[in-house]
């Protein structure tokens, strides 16, 4: 037989670009998984929670529940006695409370006088040790994004959730078929001239680390019919398959004739060095790839070409590997053909870090094993002198590569919708975001622990949004505003209004349960400016004192039947399927430093803000106007700055569409 010559010697990069755009058709399957199945897998689509959790409200602690109204003046000197049945109820922790109870008393807080009846020496207050509904979760809450491998904590919280099946990418089979008549399974009698076939058990461990599913077929003797009969079989069981061993150009190298004989072969050879000799080729619209024998050769053409198939097929991009600088102990010669990978080990002497190279043949298993980090060294350079600063990419973990955007503020639902588009636009990026009200953004920005601070503080005396609380709390700092939207906050009330509220100063009525945002959120500090207007105290609205952290969350306990309204955004309440009435509209912004403007994850959140995809989404949630979106001002700059006034009279009705 003639011996074979390679069809094409790719660099690397130009043959995987060209392979994939000739088999990605066959990604992104998806399919129906149990949640609880789900460890490792990956979202095709954005999980929200389908109930709150807890979903009723709840006792924190082992003791008894009753009104916080028959504990006022308890005190050491003036004991309260109350008796069980009439005065409380014993619960432990997890107990649902009935509507009639507003707090609980630990048992270590009561004294035990008789059978039925104790005494406390201390007064409650209201919704003491009592766990409201959606305290962890709130139903419509976003719980993990789409393109997000899931993880065991994942699992818990979907349900929680309500989340019982999740929508994920199919993982492909990849069938693995070792070739070589020296070949013997692992635990053979071994003779002269036998080879274990190790390398179709670390290609398995490898396609699950990938996170695909492996199928080993036998050893297949150097014969081309037989491997023939075999491929043949593999493609129709498997989405993918790879032959080991014959990709080179021997008289018994068979795997590139065999996969051209029943598809197509369209590369041959690249220019890498260990590796050369694959093949990448398709049958029957499904990819094959013909691996080196040799087993470091076949390490990094499954590293470099076959995980990132695995990871096209379920959506996932690949990770950025982590690199140091370090300074090269010896010198390291090299053929000018090739991009060469160089095993390396790594070790601090003083204050820096050394690289050593290891073996380098392709079959030196061990450097492998060894290696903390790979230099590469590109074609066109013939070596590199000892001495000098080298760039490793790491093989062992030091510290991950952080690119999250830390968003601390204001709440709105539009945020949920925000972290998952800026995930899908680049699956390296995240947005964090922690709902402590818009002053406790401020003071985030203050301290320096946030990139971002939602916001949408109203000054009471101007009437202005936001800018006078940055110049009043953060004049030393240079502070831009991202505009974001305007948006409708008012009265969230049940499906057909039946206490037929119709302006703010109803929640101050008799029998009326209220719920409030807490301290410092700008929707609090919305509610306390028009009490102020209307002249009505705290103390005459029946829940001011009880306090929710998210616009969901006060719409979710209005819902539940829990309270009778509370103050928050028109999408809130559109999603939980509740009543609006109108009472103003704000503007919702970024407060960011200025220098963090030039971020490349801040720049593409702005970009994810001005995309068609969540204009959509802001137009199906409704209540919004996004004109504005993304303008970027400075605070001292007011001619920029379009402030609504509030104090004008605006009619006070039901919006049924906004």
């Known amino acids: 037989m003639v011996q074979k010559v390679y069809l094409s010697n790719y660099e690397l990069k130009e043959a995987l670009s060209e392979y994939l755009g000739k088999i990605e058709h066959s990604f ?192 297949v003797k150097d014969n081309y019919e037989i491997l023939k009969t075999v491929l043949e079989k593999a493609v129709s069981e498997c989405d993918i398959v790879i032959i080991n061993a014959g990709s080179s150009a021997g008289r018994e190298d ?80 090299s053929s000018l053909k090739y991009l060469e990978f160089v095993r390396m080990k790594l070790g601090y002497v003083g204050n820096k870090l050394i690289a050593t190279p290891l073996s380098r043949g392709a079959g030196a298993t061990m450097s492998l094993v060894r290696a903390d980090g790979i230099l590469e060294i590109p074609q066109n350079v013939e070596g590199i002198e000892a001495g000098t600063k080298v760039q490793i990419s790491l093989m062992k973990n030091i510290d991950e590569i952080k690119n999250t955007i830390v968003c601390i503020g204001s709440h709105d639902p539009i945020l949920d919708v925000l972290s998952d588009l800026l995930h899908v636009k680049n699956p390296d990026y995240y947005l964090s975001s922690a709902h402590t009200g818009s002053m406790g953004g401020i003071m985030a920005l203050k301290n320096g622990e946030t990139h971002i601070a939602p916001i949408h503080l109203l000054d009471m005396e101007s009437g202005e949004y936001n800018v006078c609380y940055i110049n009043k709390y953060l004049k030393d700092k240079n502070i831009a505003l991202i505009k974001v939207v305007n948006r409708i906050q008012g009265l969230m009330v049940q499906k057909g209004n039946p206490l037929s509220l119709r302006e703010i100063s109803d929640i101050s009525k008799e029998g009326i349960r209220f719920v409030n945002r807490q301290r410092g959120a700008g929707t609090r500090l919305l509610l306390d400016y028009y009490l102020k207007k209307l002249n009505i105290s705290p103390n005459d609205i029946n829940g001011y004192e009880r306090e929710e952290f998210t616009h969901l969350s006060v719409a979710a306990a209005v819902a539940s039947g829990d309270v009778d309204c509370g103050l928050g955004v028109y999408s809130a309440a559109e999603m939980m399927g509740l009543d609006f009435i109108a009472v103003c509209n704000e503007e919702y912004d970024f407060a960011v430093p200025e220098e963090y403007l030039k971020m490349e994850t801040i720049k593409e959140l702005i970009n994810v803000m001005k995309s068609d995809i969540f204009l959509k989404e802001l137009d199906r949630l409704g209540g919004y106007d996004y004109s504005s979106i993304g303008k970027i001002i400075t605070c001292n700059d007011e001619k920029l700055i379009s402030v609504k006034e509030i104090d004008k009279d605006i009619p006070l009705k039901a919006v049924d569409k906004v």
């Open 28 to 219: 992104l399957n998806k399919e129906l998984l149990s949640t609880e199945e789900a460890l490792g897998r990956v979202t095709s689509e954005a999980v929200y929670s389908k109930i709150s959790s807890p979903f009723y409200n709840c006792s924190a602690m082992d003791g008894i529940a009753l009104q916080s109204l028959k504990t006022i003046g308890a005190s050491e000197k003036n004991s309260i006695i109350l008796e069980e049945g009439k005065d409380y109820l014993v619960v432990d922790t997890g107990d649902p409370i009935p509507r009639e109870y507003d707090c609980v008393i630990m048992v270590e807080d009561t004294v035990k006088i008789y059978k039925d009846k104790i005494q406390i020496y201390k007064s409650a207050a209201p919704w003491q040790h009592i766990r409201p509904l959606g305290e962890d979760i709130v139903e419509n809450q976003l719980i993990v994004p789409s393109g997000h491998v899931i993880r065991p904590v994942d699992i818990g919280a979907m349900l929680a959730g309500g989340v019982n099946t999740i929508k994920v990418y199919k993982k492909p089979l990849i069938g693995i078929i070792p070739t070589g008549t020296e070949l013997v399974d692992p635990g053979s009698s071994l003779k002269t001239g036998d080879i274990i076939d190790f390398n179709s058990r670390v290609f398995s461990a490898q396609i699950l680390q990938y996170g695909g599913i492996p199928k080993r077929y036998g050893i």
């Open 254 to 333: 068979y795997t590139s004739d065999v996969i051209s004989d029943l598809g197509e072969v369209y590369i041959h050879g690249v220019s890498i060095k260990p590796g050369k000799p694959v093949v990448m080729g398709k049958v029957e619209n499904k990819p094959v790839l013909g691996i080196p024998g040799y087993p470091v050769s076949a390490y990094f053409i499954m590293d470099k070409v076959l995980k990132v198939i695995i990871e096209g097929y379920q959506g996932k991009k690949s990770e950025k590997v982590q690199k140091l600088e370090a300074t090269l102990s010896r010198r390291v010669m």
